[in-house]
Antibody
Framework: EVQLVETGGSLVQPGKSLKLTCATS????????MHWVRQSPEKQLEWVAQ??????????YYAESVKGRFTISRDDSKSSVYLQMNSLKEEDTAIYYC??????WGQGVMVTVSS | DIVMTQAPLSVSVTPGESASISCRSS???????????VYWYLQKPGKSPQLLIY???NLASGVPDRFSGSGSETDFTLKISRVEAEDVGIYYC?????????FGGGTKLELK
C-alpha cells in the first residue's frame, strides 16, 4: 500500500522558519519525482516545489512566490522528501501536500503563519 | 503561466444521472510527443486530492469507469456517468505540460 505522511506543520510567526517532512512507503521512492503543493483556505491548489530523481541530478524547481525562501530536498535512504520554509509570510498559510509523480498524495499538513 | 479555467463553479446532480465539468487552458497542452498533459483530480470532503484521469483520457488505477476524460488541445471535459454519493467533492483540472504546474479553481459537485 502506498503511503505518504506529512509532518511538521504548525502555527508560526511571520519571519520564522519551519521544516516539513513527507515520509513515504509502498513505491520506488528513488525513481519518483516529488512535489509539494499547497491549498489555500479558499481551496485553490498551488504548486510549490519539485525535486527530480537521482538520474535527473536531483534537479529542483520552485514557484516564484517561494523562490529564495523555500528549499526542497530528499533522502532516498529514508524515502522522504522535505520542505524547508524560511522567512514565512502570512500568505504561506495553507495545507501542504506532498505528491509522488502527481499520482500519490499525502493527507496534508497545516501551516499557519500569524502573529 | 498557463491559466486553467473551470466551469461551472458548482453542479448539482441527481444520483444516477450524468455530469460534465469543463476546463479550458490558456495555451495548448499538446506536447510534441503527442501527449496532452491535462489531469483531473477529485478532492472528497476532508481528504487530499486523488487522481482520476491522467494525460487527458487515461483512467487512473482503481478509478471506476464511470469517469472519463476527453478534449482537444485547450478544451477538456470530465464526464461522470451514473453519479453516486461517493462522487461528491471538488473536482480540479491541472496542467503538467510545463512549469509551473497550474490548476483550475475547482468545481464542486453535490447531490440533489
Amino acid at each position: 500500500e502506498v503511503q505518504l505522511v506529512e509532518t511538521g506543520g504548525s502555527l508560526v510567526q511571520p519571519g520564522k522558519s519551519l521544516k516539513l517532512t513527507c515520509a513515504t512507503s509502498g513505491f520506488t521512492f528513488s525513481n519518483a519525482w516529488m512535489h509539494w503543493v499547497r491549498q489555500s483556505p479558499e481551496k485553490q491548489l498551488e504548486w510549490v516545489a519539485q525535486i527530480k530523481a537521482k538520474s535527473n541530478n536531483y534537479a529542483t524547481y520552485y514557484a516564484e512566490s517561494v523562490k529564495g525562501r523555500f528549499t526542497i530536498s530528499r533522502d532516498d535512504s529514508k524515502s522522504s522528501v522535505y520542505l524547508q520554509m524560511n522567512s514565512l509570510k502570512e500568505e504561506d498559510t495553507a495545507i501542504y501536500y506532498c505528491t509522488a509523480n502527481w499520482a500519490y498524495w499525502g493527507q496534508g499538513v497545516m501551516v499557519t503563519v500569524s502573529s | 503561466d498557463i491559466v486553467m479555467t473551470q466551469a461551472p463553479l458548482s453542479v448539482s446532480v441527481t444520483p444516477g444521472e450524468s455530469a460534465s465539468i469543463s476546463c479550458r487552458s490558456s495555451k495548448s497542452l499538446l506536447h510534441s510527443n503527442g501527449i496532452t498533459y491535462v489531469y483531473w483530480y477529485l478532492q472528497k470532503p476532508g481528504k487530499s486530492p486523488q487522481l482520476l484521469i491522467y494525460r487527458m483520457s487515461n483512467l487512473a488505477s482503481g478509478v471506476p469507469d464511470r469517469f472519463s476524460g476527453s478534449g482537444s488541445e485547450t478544451d477538456f471535459t470530465l464526464k461522470i456517468s451514473r453519479v453516486e454519493a461517493e462522487d461528491v467533492g471538488i473536482y480540479y483540472c491541472g496542467q503538467l505540460l510545463e512549469n509551473p504546474p497550474t490548476f483550475g479553481g475547482g468545481t464542486k459537485l453535490e447531490l440533489k
